[in-house]
């Protein structure tokens, strides 16, 4: 299968965005992964396909798929870089464009200067839905809300705060998010049983009440240089912890997002930042993938 492709980034987090708004592409797990491998493939964290609205009010459905195959429920930084493609390619002159995502709907915005705004959705805190399962948990309260410690063997314990951005993210504060060790601590935590679909790690250092260093181990892709959910669900929990302002500066390895969020469960998370095209191609897949 002979196919056309984009490559597109958001603060170092790289994505491989395909259209598929004339017809769906049919491609399988292993395809993806093919299409994600740095040294077979074209080499991405995600996958991003582009398919038309399905349903009135809606402009266009957006859906992610991991390095390892695996379909997932959102992808933030993928999201800036959706609106820039549609915008790009002509497929709507819209700057304000709504998308529906696995497990409902978001909001995307290009800004004058280029950079794009996703209202991400308020987020969630019911375990059930993150979903996450405190079952046996030694957990605490900082400010009124629910942390939880989870053993992790020989990395000992990490305290962490759960909540959902569309997808599962645990997230641990730290002194020194450099040199902390993220590879280790990070697939334990993705696998840890109290996650029954698994769940992104993050580790946030706080540099002051409106900056914040953070690195994400993702389901699915391992330590990218920037995560777009992991850094509104580190700013939610830092702010449930009294910790943060309500608009907060993110430094990643790929650069910086802006997030900003009221503080009312039912508020919105707007995040802000770049998402560039990087170059485009064609390639072909082999069809004996499985």
Request: net charge negative.
């Amino acid at each position: 299968m002979h196919i056309r492709f984009t490559k597109m980034q958001g603060a170092g987090n790289d994505f491989v965005v395909l259209d598929e708004t004339q017809g769906r592409l049919g491609l399988n797990a292993a395809q993806y992964r093919f299409l994600a491998d740095r040294h077979f493939g074209v080499g991405a964290d995600q996958i991003l396909s582009v398919r038309p609205s399905p349903a009135p009010g809606l402009d266009f459905e957006y859906v992610i798929h991991n390095a390892d195959g695996g379909e997932v429920e959102h992808c933030g930084n993928g999201a800036r870089c959706f609106v820039r493609y549609v915008r790009d390619k002509g497929l709507t002159s819209k700057s304000t464009v709504r998308v529906k995502v696995q497990q409902g709907e978001i909001e995307l915005h290009m800004q004058a200067d280029g950079r794009v705004t996703v209202n991400m959705g308020a987020p969630v805190f019911d375990w059930e839905r993150v979903p996450f399962d405190p079952i046996g948990l030694i957990s605490d309260q900082v400010n009124g809300w629910p942390v939880f410690d989870l053993a992790l063997g020989e990395q000992g314990i990490a305290r962490v705060g759960v909540l959902s951005m569309g997808n599962p993210h645990a997230v641990q504060r730290v002194d020194d998010v450099s040199a902390f060790p993220v590879l280790l601590q990070g697939p334990l935590i993705e696998h840890h049983a109290a996650f029954p679909k698994r769940v992104n790690a993050g580790f946030m250092q706080i540099v002051s009440r409106s900056k914040i260093k953070l690195r994400v181990f993702e389901r699915g892709s391992g330590e990218t240089l920037a995560c777009g959910t992991g850094a509104c669900a580190a700013v939610v929990a830092g702010i449930r912890q009294g910790w943060l302002d309500h608009k907060v500066e993110v430094q990643t390895h790929g650069g910086q997002l802006t997030i900003e969020w009221a503080g009312q469960p039912e508020s919105p998370v707007l995040m802000t930042g770049p998402a560039v095209s990087v170059f485009e191609g064609e390639i072909e897949l082999p069809e004996a993938l499985s």
